[in-house]
């Protein structure tokens, strides 16, 4: 394809976080350099991540970034207004909850403002969390908490594969999303990178055709195949990569910085 013209076409650029501008806990530098250019030529910015919003704080800080969509499109905030929030049902997170203490699955829960846990979580999934830079989890008391008067947009469940099937059946509200050998995303069913997406563009009156996503997971399929320009990382598996229009080098390799540098969106 022609790679010239991208700068007249191209208004918003979406970044997935982990395993695009962020790799082996660290924001890749030239990922933050490519942001700073973007930013320059009057593109609007936005990460998109599966991330809850207390866990991108920092990256969005760092990189001087308004705009985001959430637990995989479960929450799209634009200058501080919230554009689209879909959080999950009270009596979905209160059977989660009971599911994990009955199979001794630990879980970790995120609201708008908090990273929940009743118990403290076993040793062997400290490095996990760590290398992600988790936000400090706060520990409540089961008995005093509800799901009726904090909404959870998110739940992690540490666990192996061999319980995905369980986890799915027993929970059809909701969409199961594993990243990590021992760790899986649960959230409400329905939820989409791409709606998240669509929600902020909708606001800036931008049309998916003049937008891009660089992202290297499951999770950016469809934001690849709805958006008018699409990267996967060198660091993608095949069938992630098959969905994209382009294929870029690995995160640590500089990846996100050329291929916007290839496709002229930045001098």
């Not at 700068?7 to 660290?26: K, M, P, W």
């Not at 989660?96 to 908090?114: G, T, V, W």
């Not at 996990?128 to 520990?139: A, C, H």
Request: proline residues 4%; negative net charge.
């Amino acid at each position: 394809m022609d790679h010239h013209g991208h700068q007249r076409t191209i208004e918003a650029v979406f970044l997935d976080i982990d395993g695009t501008i962020f790799y082996d806990g660290t924001l890749i530098e030239s990922a933050k350099e490519a942001v700073r250019l973007l930013q320059r030529q009057n593109i609007r910015v936005a990460l998109c991540t599966g991330r809850s919003i207390l866990h991108t704080t920092e990256v969005q800080q760092t990189l001087n970034i308004s705009h985001a969509t959430y637990f995989n499109g479960g929450l799209a905030i634009s200058d501080g207004d919230v554009v689209l929030s879909s959080p999950m049902e009270e009596d979905v997170v209160q059977r989660a909850i009971n599911f994990s203490e009955r199979n001794d699955i630990p879980i970790i829960l995120h609201s708008l403002s908090r990273t929940l846990v009743f118990h403290p979580l076993p040793d062997k999934y400290l490095p996990i969390i760590e290398s992600f830079k988790y936000p400090p989890l706060q520990r409540v008391s089961r008995n005093e908490w509800t799901a009726a008067e904090e909404q959870i947009y998110q739940m992690n469940l540490f666990m192996s594969g061999t319980w995905d099937q369980k986890v799915q059946n027993e929970f059809p509200e909701c969409l199961l999303y594993r990243w990590h050998d021992e760790a899986v995303d649960l959230q409400k069913r329905g939820c989409d990178k791409i709606h998240g997406a669509t929600a902020l563009l909708h606001r800036w009156n931008i049309s998916k055709e003049r937008a891009m996503h660089i992202g290297d997971g499951g999770n950016d399929i469809r934001m690849f195949q709805e958006l008018g320009v699409s990267v996967a990382m060198g660091n993608a598996t095949d069938e992630v990569k098959k969905h994209a229009k382009l294929e870029t080098a690995p995160a640590y390799e500089n990846g996100v910085y050329l291929a916007l540098k290839r496709l002229h969106l930045i001098p």
